[in-house]
């Protein structure tokens, strides 16, 4: 009870910090992911980024291949196509890239914790290029039900590009995933999360995600 009652703290905390935010915006992924043999596995998802004030702003598809190395360990490698919908004084303007990616995965279990550290090298292939480093952490405390099980959680995520941008932006998230008996092929995560922008405007969301396994 105590473990969940921090998490709240800290979910408190990042609401509190959305009244400094410049803009809010709603993020929805959907996914689709399988194994096709014992140690690989693929995923098709989508994401979609809406703002308050601009409407549908974002949207990317990503397909990747993953291979569990170890207990603790998954390998993937994805193609990643991004459209980005920027508003001007003669409406919005649609820009388009590509960001392969390559991940790793090191996953950590305790008596108490979920635990994973997401490395992700990635190059995007847009007007200004921007090779990064990506690195997400996040932690999980599991609990099970006997219709809904569900795991709250914390994780922060930060962005260094290997350009004179350097160290440029970090992402916080608290929130909860959901997994019910009767639809173990469906896991959906609800989660609050503040975005902080070195260079442009700090985001608040909320964000709901769909992923199914076949």
Same mark, same amino acid.
């Given at each position: ?54 409407g549908f702003v974002y949207d990317h598809l990503d397909f990747g291949i993953s291979y569990d190395a170890a207990q ?70 599991p609990i099970k039900g006997d219709s809904v099980s569900f795991a709250p959680f914390a994780a922060e995520e930060m962005?260094i590009s290997f350009t004179s941008k350097g160290f440029y932006r970090i992402r916080a998230w608290v929130g909860s @995933? !959901?997994? *019910? =008996? ?7 995560? %609800?989660? #609050?999360?503040? @975005? !902080?922008? *070195? =260079? ?7 964000? %709901?995600? #769909?992923?199914?396994?076949?």
């Amino acid at each position: 009870m105590k473990k969940i009652i921090i998490m709240l703290v800290v979910g408190m905390m990042l609401i509190s910090a959305s009244a400094f935010a410049d803009s809010f915006e709603f993020w929805t992924i959907d996914s689709v992911k399988g194994k096709i043999a014992d140690q690989i596995g693929i995923k098709l998802e989508n994401e979609m980024k809406f703002g308050t004030v601009n409407g549908f702003v974002y949207d990317h598809l990503d397909f990747g291949i993953s291979y569990d190395a170890a207990q603790w360990l998954t390998i993937g490698i994805a193609e990643r196509y991004v459209w980005d919908f920027k508003p001007t004084a003669k409406g919005k303007v649609t820009s388009s890239f590509h960001a392969p990616h390559i991940d790793a995965k090191l996953k950590f279990k305790t008596d108490s914790f979920d635990i994973s550290d997401n490395n992700r090298f990635q190059y995007e292939f847009s007007s200004v290029a921007n090779p990064m480093y990506r690195n997400k952490l996040s932690i999980a405390y599991p609990i099970k039900g006997d219709s809904v099980s569900f795991a709250p959680f914390a994780a922060e995520e930060m962005f260094i590009s290997f350009t004179s941008k350097g160290f440029y932006r970090i992402r916080a998230w608290v929130g909860s @995933e !959901f997994m *019910f =008996e009767g639809a173990k092929f469906l896991k959906t995560q %609800l989660y #609050f999360s503040e @975005e !902080f922008n *070195f =260079e442009k405007t700090n985001i608040s969301r909320v964000g %709901l995600d #769909f992923e199914f396994s076949i």
